[in-house]
């Protein structure tokens, strides 16, 4: 089998354990970098609309990728967020303030940023419209818009919910505004929690949506430190509460993540526990928040779920200018999302407009990972799109999901369409100490110090 440049680079890594991915791989991954080469002299005018972590890395990349081009940046965040780090805001062990930098850090030397969104995409005549500027034009496009949350999606919910009557979502921030307060507010939750169950039995229901969502694993993370909490580990005082609080996490399809091997190995982990249970194919359609009642859709009917806290995974979709452009598909399980071809990132419509990051509507699984190795395919196919060749590089759905078995043990689930796709030949199953504190102690540094500048 003939294989790509860049699929044959990734072997070669691997075979030295270098791979790919947001958390631990991307350490050994400086060499990867110097491999990536490939540019273009030509002369073109490069909009990349959102400043997170799949727009900064890429602009970085191709920064590198095309020299002599016009780089131009859009986005209304003048402050970057971490986001993973909002987990351990609420395990107790991060500030949020910390997770939190300036954005004008990260430009690339020699790209414009014009601190505006998006209202809406013109691809028939390659441009764009902002809320100050007004129509900008482009050679090339680079969608990096990420996701937004809809908890109004789920009748009787909305965010203003959020840390009130006993309902957390360690996800709430607001990456336009630059503003995260999940982490805090699930904090909050755990403490309460640990009240309560001294006093009484407590019901614990953590709820995932049927929409596609960035951290995979963050409801896994939430219920075993939730858990790993009351068994009297973490910063938390106090002794073990763990048989006073019973567990259920429900998910809209039958799989904990998105890969089978990892879901084998998670489930077993939760049949473990004796205070957990499951609901698969159970679908959150409204939350009772003054009597404490979430309804499900399962199998064409409808059931109640009482509790006494709630974890929720919100739904999500597209940025508000991308969904209803001609850019996001029209149809199909991914309406609303940026319509790319899932390996070269490339639009199926507008060949000179590509995507990274969460925006994307394919299969994949969407992380910080996952945009880092989007990155990275879109260094070299930019150059190759410049130059009008074919594109050289493909994504294979790299995604990674670090799951907090519990305080001081996590496993670091990475995986590709083709199954497990490990940076280090280690069991990747086995929750490790070491990932939890490479996780915990260096990977916020190396996220705002390496990826985020494109340098891993
Ligand atoms: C609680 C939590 C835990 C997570 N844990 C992990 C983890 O452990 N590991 C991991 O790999 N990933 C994790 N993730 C996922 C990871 O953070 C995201 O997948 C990643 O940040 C996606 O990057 P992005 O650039 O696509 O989107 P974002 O980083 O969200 O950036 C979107 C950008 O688009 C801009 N934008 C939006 N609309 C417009 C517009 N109309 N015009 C202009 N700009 C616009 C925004 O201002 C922002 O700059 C976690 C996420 C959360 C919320």
Known sequence: MKMSFDEGRRDVLKAFGIGTGLTVSGILNAAETKLSMPSSKKKARIVIVGGGTAGMAAAARIRRAAPNSQIVMIFPNTQHLYQPGQVFTAAGLYKSADNIRPTSGFLPDGVKWL?????????????????????????????????????????????????????????????????????????????????????????I????????????????????????????NGPLEGGSLYKNAQFMLAKSTDLLIGNRGYDKVLKKRIEAEKNFSTLFSHRLISVDAERKIATFETGGIQKEVSYDFLHVTPPMRASNALRDSPLAAYEGRFKGWLDVDGKTLRHRSYPNVFGVGDTLGTSYGKSGGAA???????????????EEKPLPAKYHGYTTVPIRIRYGREILAEYDERGFDPTFPLDPTEPRWLWWQIDLHLMRWLYFNMIMRGMM
């Open 372 to 386: 880092r190795d989007q990155a990275i395919v879109m260094q070299d196919n930019i150059a190759a799109a410049l």
């Open 115 to 203: 601190n505006e969104s998006v209202l809406f995409f013109d691809p028939e005549s390659n441009s764009l419209k902002t809320d100050k500027t007004g129509k900008i034009v482009y050679d090339f496009l680079i969608v990096a818009t990420g996701c937004e949350y809809d908890y109004e999606a789920i009748e009787g919910l909305d965010s203003s919910l959020i840390g009130k009557r006993g309902i957390a979502s360690v996800y709430l921030n607001d990456t336009a505004k630059g503003v995260a307060t999940g982490g805090e507010l699930t904090q909050r939750w755990f403490v309460d929690i640990r009240e309560s169950a001294q006093k009484r039995r407590v019901k």
């Open 205 to 232: 229901l953590l709820c995932d949506p049927e929409t596609p969502i960035k951290g995979e694993g963050v409801s896994l993370d939430m219920l075993f430190l939730c858990n790993d909490m009351l068994k009297g």
